[in-house]
């Protein structure tokens, strides 16, 4: 015979009620149970009094608190676990617990080479990641433009900007900020001066990177070109 024969616990009560009863039916005091479990005195209250949002651990080490708790006072410890489970994780978050247990031990069992080489693959996509981050921070915007074509000769004192960059870019056209659309695109209409104008259009970033592409327009009103003829 046993020395030590397994102790039934009525159904019904909490899992802490069940166990602090036990406890006190086998005489042990929260001291001597905390010097065999390694558990912490405040710990092992908090256990018996339903608290476990005081103990400050992940539900795996709760569980093992109470199986430890269970070895020492010869309690059934799958029904304790099992009570606990339902209780105070339910069987939601228990079906988790079980798959992440599962996918764990999968990915641990895998040969150490495969394990390495999944790591490895992680962390160089973090490092593509973040270089394609900085990257796109220090570029310098893209800047196109679909008029006027540089060399212009026009009669017309009028002339309109029309291009296209970034969509965080601001737009500058001889120093001069002008909007954009949604897509990036922009239209600006400038006054041109009799002769050679020199138009500079510059997109900006943010951080401060800016690309500029500059124009040359002539601008010869018609009694210019009569004079030339």
Same mark, same amino acid.
């Given at each position: 015979?046993?020395?030590?024969?397994?102790? *039934?616990?009525?159904? #019904?009560?909490? $899992?802490? %009620?069940? &166990?602090?009863?036990?406890?006190?039916?086998?005489?042990?005091?929260?001291?001597?149970?905390?010097?065999?479990?390694?558990?912490? !005195?405040?710990?092992?209250?908090?256990?018996?009094?339903?608290? /476990? +949002?005081?103990?400050?651990?992940?539900?795996? @080490?709760?569980?093992? /608190?109470? !199986?430890?708790?269970?070895?020492?006072?010869?309690?059934? $410890?799958?029904?304790?676990?099992?009570?606990?489970?339902?209780?105070?994780?339910?069987?939601?978050?228990?079906? +988790? *617990?079980?798959?992440?247990?599962?996918?764990?031990?999968?990915?641990?069992?895998?040969?150490?080479?495969?394990?390495?080489?999944?790591?490895?693959?992680?962390?160089?996509? $973090?490092?593509? @990641?973040?270089?394609?981050?900085?990257?796109?921070?220090?570029?310098?915007?893209?800047?196109? &433009?679909?008029?006027?074509?540089? #060399? &212009?000769?026009?009669?017309?004192?009028?002339?309109?900007?029309? #291009?296209?960059?970034?969509?965080?870019?601001? %737009?500058?056209?001889?120093?001069?900020?002008?909007?954009?659309?949604?897509?990036?695109?922009?239209?600006?209409?400038?006054?041109?001066?009799?002769?050679?104008?020199?138009?500079?259009?510059?997109?900006?970033?943010?951080?401060?990177?800016?690309?500029?592409?500059?124009?040359?327009?002539?601008?010869?009103?018609?009694?210019? &070109?009569?004079?030339?003829?």
């Amino acid at each position: 015979m046993s020395l030590f024969e397994k102790k *039934e616990l009525p159904p #019904g009560k909490r $899992i802490c %009620i069940r &166990l602090k009863e036990a406890r006190e039916k086998s005489r042990f005091s929260l001291d001597e149970l905390s010097s065999k479990t390694k558990i912490s !005195k405040k710990h092992l209250v908090a256990l018996e009094e339903c608290r /476990f +949002d005081d103990i400050p651990y992940a539900i795996v @080490y709760q569980k093992n /608190f109470i !199986k430890k708790y269970a070895e020492i006072l010869n309690l059934p $410890i799958e029904d304790i676990l099992n009570q606990f489970v339902l209780e105070e994780i339910g069987p939601d978050k228990k079906n +988790d *617990e079980v798959h992440n247990e599962i996918n764990k031990k999968k990915f641990q069992n895998l040969p150490s080479f495969l394990r390495i080489s999944f790591i490895l693959i992680i962390v160089l996509a $973090i490092i593509i @990641y973040i270089g394609w981050q900085v990257q796109t921070l220090i570029k310098p915007p893209e800047l196109t &433009l679909f008029s006027p074509e540089n #060399g &212009l000769v026009t009669t017309n004192y009028e002339l309109t900007i029309h #291009g296209q960059t970034n969509q965080e870019s601001k %737009i500058f056209v001889n120093g001069m900020e002008i909007l954009s659309s949604g897509d990036g695109q922009f239209k600006e209409v400038i006054t041109l001066s009799p002769g050679v104008n020199t138009i500079h259009i510059s997109a900006k970033k943010k951080h401060g990177k800016t690309t500029e592409l500059i124009r040359y327009v002539v601008f010869k009103s018609d009694k210019q &070109l009569s004079y030339s003829r």
